[in-house]
């Protein structure tokens, strides 16, 4: 699946700066004084990160969390587990989860209550992507990028097999 697939471009990298941007001003306004925990998800959220994290000119601290993921397929495995932890307490704290893609929301909605007991003053979800007509479980996104269609997404960040990450445009894989 997808071995001879060819990326087309969804969303270009002037579109996402300027979404990123636009992102930044809202987080700006809200975490301001909250000294907030920004935890990225691994590998996929970590361009996005970046590029967001420069455009907050306001003391935060980032920490990631790595999960275990899907493979080789795009179907949800359904178990997923933590296979790099938290290192800094958030008891308290006001955190705020930046996600590549939500999907069927059962990575993230796993994700959140697991963090959600380690009470956190507030947990916020601030996601790149979102590909809705695919969704399991009901999902709150509080900062959303871009809203995606059923495709198998890559670049920016989001890989296929481990290769694409570094595309810079949010493209999407279709065969030939
Ligand atoms: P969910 O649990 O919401 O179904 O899936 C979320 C995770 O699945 C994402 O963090 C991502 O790792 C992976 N995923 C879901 N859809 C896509 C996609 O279109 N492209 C890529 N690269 N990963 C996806």
Same mark, same amino acid.
């Given at each position: 699946m997808?071995? &001879?697939?060819k990326p087309?471009? +969804?969303f270009?990298r002037?579109?996402?700066? $300027?979404?990123?941007?636009?992102?930044? =001003?809202?987080i700006?306004?809200?975490?301001q004084?909250?000294n907030p925990?920004?935890i990225?998800i691994?590998k996929?959220s970590?361009?996005f990160m970046?590029?967001l994290?420069r455009?907050?000119?306001?003391?935060? &601290?980032?920490?990631f969390?790595r +999960?275990?993921?899907?493979?080789r397929g795009? $179907?949800s495995?359904?178990?997923?587990? =933590?296979?790099q932890?938290?290192r800094?307490?958030i008891k308290?704290r006001?955190?705020l989860?930046?996600e590549?893609?939500?999907?069927t929301?059962l990575t993230?909605?796993f994700?959140?209550d697991?963090?959600?007991?380690k009470?956190?003053?507030?947990?916020?979800?601030?996601?790149?992507?979102d590909?809705p007509?695919?969704?399991?479980?009901? =999902?709150?996104i509080d900062y959303?990028?871009?809203t995606?269609?059923d495709?198998?997404?890559?670049g920016?960040?989001?890989?296929?097999?481990?290769?694409?990450r570094?595309l810079?445009d949010?493209?999407y894989l279709e065969?030939e």
């Amino acid at each position: 699946m997808y071995s &001879e697939a060819k990326p087309r471009i +969804l969303f270009t990298r002037q579109e996402i700066e $300027a979404t990123v941007s636009q992102l930044a =001003v809202r987080i700006s306004k809200d975490y301001q004084d909250k000294n907030p925990l920004l935890i990225g998800i691994l590998k996929g959220s970590f361009m996005f990160m970046a590029d967001l994290i420069r455009l907050l000119n306001f003391p935060l &601290e980032v920490e990631f969390i790595r +999960l275990s993921s899907y493979g080789r397929g795009r $179907a949800s495995a359904g178990k997923i587990k =933590v296979v790099q932890g938290l290192r800094t307490p958030i008891k308290g704290r006001d955190v705020l989860v930046i996600e590549d893609i939500v999907d069927t929301g059962l990575t993230i909605t796993f994700l959140l209550d697991y963090l959600q007991k380690k009470q956190p003053a507030s947990l916020k979800l601030c996601a790149l992507t979102d590909k809705p007509s695919r969704r399991k479980i009901p =999902v709150t996104i509080d900062y959303l990028g871009f809203t995606v269609p059923d495709k198998f997404v890559v670049g920016y960040g989001l890989d296929w097999d481990e290769k694409f990450r570094n595309l810079p445009d949010i493209c999407y894989l279709e065969d030939e």
